[in-house]
């Protein structure tokens, strides 16, 4: 579901809107759940991305991305551009940003607690599709290396203090990976049909960060138990 | 032909079977300030606690004879451990009985956890053990991975886990987030404002108010979610599922039109004002909304 306001929420989280727009929403949210819970999602993800340090970028990627996107670039200088940009996302925007920042930021804590390989930022791509009903649709096809890095990592770990773990347990925690695998299987399958639906992405960002959380559970049991 | 014989004997000595260790006990009792956590770090075995109005902890123990049990009174607390022996293999039992308002934390590997009457912050965790609480206030926290989790009457923030068993919450009152993979999770007469309850397997059953301006999540991959809530709650619902179903007798829950409510796409519906937000998701499972629903079938 979707009206004239559901555009205009990223610019309300953003504090954008004019005090009487901002009025006029605050008045429309009181009656309207389904704005409600397209601002609570935004919300979560923008409190995901608050919780990562930012960082600035190795290298100046605006020529590459203008020139994918026919534009020419005006200014000269990165730290003109930045004083001139006025950065707004849509909600699939959002959306993959907030998965790009989970995977970073499970990815981040582990290697920090662990240490790890030094690694590229992923890279992002996007063409046209179909979504949310009402929203700008943009389809998200987003490959993880750090999320694949941090599973492989704990997955190493977990292998390394196999031996100080019960059969039994080592059995559970398997069956159970392979449960939440399965289903991260079947949300990447229906993605595949439906790219730029926001159910199926949050819905696979989640169901990676139980195979994180569980990983990081099991790889602690190990550690302890191998100590 | 003695070199043989000789090493027939022995190797019968060496299979000989070894005399039982003699079981032992220990006994202490010791006074505490209020304020004074308890840390209990069992490898196997039992607790239990209790509770009592005295100013003092009882600790029971039973163990193998070569194995000693330790109660240290330190900065941290009071904290209960066992060396000794044939280390973490052998198992102890603990008996405990704690001031109601004592602070508990219970670490244990094959360890059976159960606290009873505790009016103070909860930890327990076990990898191959069932947990049950009975009580607790403030943070209650429970983790199993192969074991079921109960916890009954808490009431503050609680966080309750169990990796392949099943999740059993009663009676309690304030925040809470419960957390499963192959296990189902059950809530039952819970009154809460925040509820985050998620499984990739298991079924999700909540039976209880749902308050005005509350915040309710429900999410299961594979199983199904039955929430049964009031016909006069004032919630707005959110229902999402990309192969399940949903179904409701109630009359604010008929969604105009049933094709969006596959593939993913969020249906919004109103109950009376509307206040409290409710997402509900399943991939793949059954979601229904009314009285009476089911509660999850154990697996």
Same mark, same amino acid.
């Given at each position: 579901?979707? +009206?004239?306001?559901?555009?205009?929420?990223?610019?309300?989280?953003?504090? +954008?809107?004019?005090?009487?727009?901002?009025?006029?929403? +605050?008045?429309?949210?009181? +009656?309207?759940?389904?704005?409600?819970?397209?601002?609570?999602?935004?919300?979560?993800?923008?409190?995901?991305?608050?919780?990562?340090?930012?960082?600035?970028?190795?290298?100046?990627?605006?020529?590459?991305?203008?020139?994918?996107?026919?534009?020419?670039?005006?200014?000269?200088?990165?730290?003109?551009?930045?004083?001139?940009?006025?950065?707004?996302?849509?909600?699939?925007?959002?959306?993959?940003?907030?998965?790009?920042?989970?995977?970073?930021?499970?990815?981040?804590?582990?290697?920090?607690?662990?240490?790890?390989?030094?690694?590229?930022?992923?890279?992002?791509?996007?063409?046209?599709?179909?979504?949310?009903?009402?929203?700008?649709?943009?389809?998200?096809?987003?490959?993880?290396?750090?999320?694949?890095?941090?599973?492989?990592?704990?997955? $190493?770990?977990?292998?390394?203090?196999?031996?100080?773990?019960?059969?039994?347990?080592?059995?559970?925690?398997?069956?159970?990976?392979?449960?939440?695998?399965?289903?991260?299987?079947?949300?990447? $399958?229906?993605?595949?049909?439906?790219?730029?639906?926001?159910?199926?992405?949050?819905?696979?960002?989640?169901?990676?960060?139980?195979?994180?959380?569980?990983?990081?559970?099991?790889?602690?049991?190990?550690?302890?138990?191998?100590? | 032909?003695?070199?043989?014989?000789?090493?027939?004997?022995?190797?019968?000595?060496?299979?000989?079977?070894?005399?039982?260790?003699?079981?032992?006990?220990?006994? %202490?009792?010791?006074?505490?300030?209020?304020?004074?956590?308890?840390?209990?770090?069992?490898?196997?075995?039992?607790?239990?606690?209790?509770? #009592?109005?005295?100013?003092?902890?009882?600790?029971?123990?039973?163990?193998?004879?070569?194995?000693?049990?330790?109660?240290?009174?330190?900065?941290?607390?009071?904290?209960?451990?066992?060396?000794?022996?044939?280390?973490?293999?052998?198992?102890?039992?603990?008996?405990?009985?704690?001031?109601? #308002?004592?602070?508990?934390?219970?670490?244990?590997?094959?360890?059976?956890?159960?606290?009873?009457?505790?009016?103070?912050?909860?930890?327990?965790?076990?990898?191959?053990?069932?947990?049950?609480?009975?009580?607790?206030?403030?943070?209650?926290?429970?983790?199993?991975? %192969?074991?079921?989790?109960?916890?009954?009457?808490?009431?503050?923030?609680?966080?309750?886990?169990?990796?392949?068993?099943?999740?059993?919450?009663?009676?309690?009152?304030?925040?809470?987030?419960?957390?499963?993979?192959?296990?189902?999770?059950?809530?039952?007469?819970?009154?809460?404002?925040?509820?985050?309850?998620?499984?990739?397997?298991?079924?999700?059953?909540?039976?209880?108010?749902?308050?005005?301006?509350?915040?309710?999540?429900?999410?299961?991959?594979?199983?199904?979610?039955?929430?049964?809530?009031?016909?006069?709650?004032?919630?707005?619902?959110?229902?999402?599922?990309?192969?399940?179903?949903?179904?409701?007798?109630?009359?604010?829950?008929?969604?105009?039109?049933?094709?969006?409510?596959?593939?993913?796409?969020?249906?919004?519906?109103?109950?009376?004002?509307?206040?409290?937000?409710?997402?509900?998701?399943?991939?793949?499972?059954?979601?229904?909304?009314?009285?009476?629903?089911?509660?999850?079938?154990?697996?």
């Amino acid at each position: 579901m979707s +009206d004239t306001w559901t555009d205009r929420l990223s610019e309300y989280v953003d504090d +954008d809107l004019t005090p009487d727009e901002r009025r006029a929403l +605050d008045a429309h949210l009181v +009656d309207c759940g389904d704005c409600r819970m397209t601002l609570a999602e935004l919300r979560s993800v923008v409190a995901r991305a608050a919780a990562v340090t930012p960082r600035p970028p190795e290298r100046d990627l605006w020529d590459g991305v203008a020139s994918q996107i026919g534009v020419k670039p005006s200014l000269d200088t990165l730290a003109a551009r930045r004083a001139a940009w006025r950065i707004s996302f849509t909600l699939p925007q959002l959306v993959a940003a907030g998965l790009a920042l989970m995977v970073l930021s499970g990815g981040a804590v582990w290697v920090g607690q662990h240490g790890g390989r030094a690694t590229a930022l992923p890279e992002l791509s996007a063409a046209n599709g179909s979504g949310e009903a009402g929203v700008h649709r943009v389809p998200i096809v987003m490959p993880d290396p750090h999320y694949d890095e941090a599973v492989a990592d704990l997955e $190493q770990t977990l292998q390394r203090g196999r031996a100080s773990l019960d059969p039994q347990t080592i059995a559970v925690i398997e069956r159970n990976l392979q449960a939440i695998d399965r289903a991260i299987e079947e949300s990447r $399958q229906a993605l595949a049909q439906d790219p730029a639906n926001i159910y199926l992405n949050n819905h696979l960002a989640e169901a990676k960060q139980q195979k994180l959380s569980l990983l990081r559970q099991a790889a602690a049991i190990a550690t302890k138990h191998g100590s | 032909v003695r070199l043989i014989a000789a090493a027939i004997v022995l190797a019968g000595f060496a299979r000989a079977p070894q005399p039982p260790a003699k079981a032992s006990r220990t006994d %202490e009792t010791v006074a505490v300030q209020r304020g004074t956590r308890l840390t209990v770090d069992n490898f196997a075995g039992d607790v239990v606690i209790h509770t #009592w109005d005295k100013g003092t902890l009882h600790v029971v123990a039973r163990h193998q004879s070569r194995r000693t049990v330790r109660v240290r009174q330190t900065p941290a607390g009071v904290v209960l451990s066992a060396s000794g022996g044939m280390g973490r293999a052998d198992s102890v039992d603990y008996d405990i009985t704690a001031p109601s #308002w004592m602070p508990l934390k219970v670490d244990g590997t094959y360890c059976v956890i159960t606290i009873d009457g505790t009016q103070a912050e909860v930890s327990a965790e076990s990898v191959r053990g069932d947990i049950s609480i009975k009580g607790g206030i403030g943070f209650v926290t429970a983790k199993s991975v %192969e074991g079921s989790v109960v916890v009954e009457g808490a009431r503050g923030k609680l966080a309750i886990n169990s990796v392949n068993e099943t999740v059993d919450i009663s009676d309690a009152t304030g925040d809470i987030i419960a957390d499963a993979i192959n296990g189902s999770i059950r809530m039952q007469r819970i009154a809460s404002r925040s509820v985050d309850v998620s499984t990739v397997n298991g079924e999700i059953g909540y039976q209880g108010a749902i308050a005005e301006g509350g915040h309710y999540s429900f999410a299961s991959h594979h199983g199904d979610v039955l929430l049964d809530i009031p016909e006069t709650s004032n919630a707005t619902l959110s229902v999402r599922t990309y192969n399940g179903s949903f179904r409701s007798p109630f009359a604010a829950l008929q969604p105009p039109n049933r094709s969006p409510l596959q593939r993913g796409t969020r249906v919004t519906m109103t109950m009376g004002t509307g206040s409290a937000d409710v997402a509900v998701e399943s991939f793949s499972g059954t979601i229904r909304i009314g009285p009476g629903s089911r509660t999850p079938r154990e697996r």
